[in-house]
């Protein structure tokens, strides 16, 4: 079990004199955490409040990144309505570059009307706001190369924004949830969880139920989802380098799902998900792990396997595929196909090297033409990462 600390600096009821003083207490106290054995450390947002209250709660979070070695560095939360999206992300990526890698960004649509109303928001628009923020953040992060994005609050028109976050494909995201619907819904969108902190041990355990049944699972699927799959690939990449054993990612892309989801509809498109992920999962071993992690993009965690045995093993699942055609609504009929890449693990890598190789070679394999099975080289050109 590891434990955190929550809060911020206030200074109520005293007459300050010196505001320095009440950021250093929350320095020192952060620091003395960190020597004492604390994990992370999540800060609150608040504006106008007159007693002290953290306002720029990255700017601190850049101040506590050089001050500190382990500790993780969370929002909780930065209040998405009230922020320039564009701004907040590049913010956001400085802290976990600064860091190391040690951002949690937690997200949330804001409670008090005093501080809307400071904004000159309307409070009516904290959900729509919220919502366009997510996807602004999540397009940010995702996208490579500039984009634009064109919303009800918000227009940004061919933006690139820097600097990328260090953690592969972004910081975690967190909210604060309590009833089932929004446990469900952050689970659902892969978000991390912030309890209360008043209930009773046997409600926070219902909670915790409530939320895993839905955090671990893709909806549509009901196969292992990218939270699930990220978490054990760190244990099969610690396995792999504390046992010397062989490792293998691969990355899959079904190829032109685009055109398909044009040619049978989004309903249609959605059962091609199904089957190909049902498809690759009863060829696979019992130890192998398949996961989607987002669109048509599956991952497959093989342990104990090199890179050679598992392209072979991938061009078998390709040619028993080419055998399938597949019938939607007793309609169309399709044939599919894929695109994989393949990277082994070195025990020089970190997790993110051994996914950049794969995402590398994916790349690789659309580039010649899809439809084929890529592994990186034995000697990568670019390692992104080494451990020391």
Same mark, same amino acid.
């Given at each position: 079990m590891e434990f955190g600390i929550f809060g911020g600096a206030v200074a109520r009821f005293v007459n300050i004199t010196n505001e320095r003083q009440v950021y250093s207490s929350i320095i020192d106290y952060v620091c003395e955490a960190e020597e004492l054995g604390f994990k992370s450390?999540?800060?609150? +947002?608040h504006h106008f409040s007159g007693i002290s209250q953290i306002s720029a709660v990255l700017n601190v979070l850049s101040f506590l990144a050089a001050r500190t070695k382990t500790m993780r560095l969370? #929002?909780?939360?930065?209040?998405? /309505?009230?922020?320039? %999206?564009?701004?907040?992300?590049?913010? @956001?990526?400085?802290?976990? $570059?600064?860091? !190391?890698?040690?951002?949690?960004? !937690?997200?949330? =649509?804001?409670?008090?009307?005093?501080?809307?109303? !400071?904004?000159?928001? %309307?409070?009516? +628009?904290?959900?729509?706001?919220?919502?366009?923020?997510?996807?602004?953040?999540? &397009?940010?992060?995702?996208? &490579?190369? =500039?984009?634009?994005?064109?919303?009800k609050h918000w227009d940004f028109e061919n933006v690139l924004i820097e600097p990328a976050p260090l953690q592969i494909p972004h910081p975690p995201f967190w909210v604060g949830a309590g009833s089932p619907p929004s446990l469900r819904a952050a689970a659902a969108q892969d978000f991390n969880i912030l309890l209360d902190q008043i209930a009773a041990p046997a409600l926070i355990g219902e909670r915790l139920r409530i939320? &895993?049944?839905?955090?671990? #699972?893709?909806?549509? #699927?009901?196969? /292992?989802? =990218?939270?699930?799959y990220y978490e054990r690939l760190l244990q099969e990449i610690a396995r792999a380098r504390r046992g010397a054993h062989?490792?293998?990612?691969?990355?899959v892309d079904l190829d032109l799902f685009k055109e398909i989801n044009e040619e049978v509809g989004h309903r249609g498109g959605d059962q091609v998900l199904k089957f190909f992920s049902q498809f690759v999962r009863v060829n696979l071993r019992q130890e192998d792990v398949v996961c989607r992690i987002g669109g048509d993009e599956f991952a497959i965690i093989? /342990?104990?396997? %090199?890179s050679d045995r598992a392209a072979l093993f991938f061009e078998r699942v390709k040619q028993k595929l080419d055998q399938v055609e597949l019938s939607i609504d007793g309609r169309s009929r399709l044939t599919l196909s894929f695109s994989c890449g393949l990277a082994s693990f070195k025990p020089e890598y970190l997790p993110e090297d051994l996914i950049e190789e794969a995402d590398h070679s994916l790349y690789s394999a659309k580039a010649?033409?899809?439809? =084929? $099975?890529?592994?990186?080289?034995?000697? /990568? @050109?670019?390692?992104s990462r080494a451990v020391h």
């Amino acid at each position: 079990m590891e434990f955190g600390i929550f809060g911020g600096a206030v200074a109520r009821f005293v007459n300050i004199t010196n505001e320095r003083q009440v950021y250093s207490s929350i320095i020192d106290y952060v620091c003395e955490a960190e020597e004492l054995g604390f994990k992370s450390f999540f800060i609150a +947002e608040h504006h106008f409040s007159g007693i002290s209250q953290i306002s720029a709660v990255l700017n601190v979070l850049s101040f506590l990144a050089a001050r500190t070695k382990t500790m993780r560095l969370g #929002t909780a939360v930065s209040v998405l /309505p009230w922020h320039s %999206p564009a701004l907040l992300v590049e913010q @956001a990526a400085t802290v976990d $570059v600064l860091s !190391g890698g040690r951002l949690d960004l !937690g997200l949330g =649509r804001g409670y008090r009307r005093s501080e809307f109303e !400071g904004f000159c928001i %309307p409070f009516e +628009e904290a959900d729509e706001r919220y919502a366009e923020c997510i996807e602004f953040i999540r &397009k940010a992060w995702t996208t &490579k190369g =500039r984009f634009s994005h064109h919303g009800k609050h918000w227009d940004f028109e061919n933006v690139l924004i820097e600097p990328a976050p260090l953690q592969i494909p972004h910081p975690p995201f967190w909210v604060g949830a309590g009833s089932p619907p929004s446990l469900r819904a952050a689970a659902a969108q892969d978000f991390n969880i912030l309890l209360d902190q008043i209930a009773a041990p046997a409600l926070i355990g219902e909670r915790l139920r409530i939320y &895993k049944d839905y955090a671990y #699972t893709d909806a549509l #699927t009901e196969i /292992p989802n =990218r939270r699930f799959y990220y978490e054990r690939l760190l244990q099969e990449i610690a396995r792999a380098r504390r046992g010397a054993h062989a490792l293998t990612l691969a990355l899959v892309d079904l190829d032109l799902f685009k055109e398909i989801n044009e040619e049978v509809g989004h309903r249609g498109g959605d059962q091609v998900l199904k089957f190909f992920s049902q498809f690759v999962r009863v060829n696979l071993r019992q130890e192998d792990v398949v996961c989607r992690i987002g669109g048509d993009e599956f991952a497959i965690i093989l /342990p104990d396997t %090199p890179s050679d045995r598992a392209a072979l093993f991938f061009e078998r699942v390709k040619q028993k595929l080419d055998q399938v055609e597949l019938s939607i609504d007793g309609r169309s009929r399709l044939t599919l196909s894929f695109s994989c890449g393949l990277a082994s693990f070195k025990p020089e890598y970190l997790p993110e090297d051994l996914i950049e190789e794969a995402d590398h070679s994916l790349y690789s394999a659309k580039a010649r033409g899809r439809n =084929r $099975v890529v592994a990186a080289a034995s000697t /990568p @050109a670019l390692v992104s990462r080494a451990v020391h």
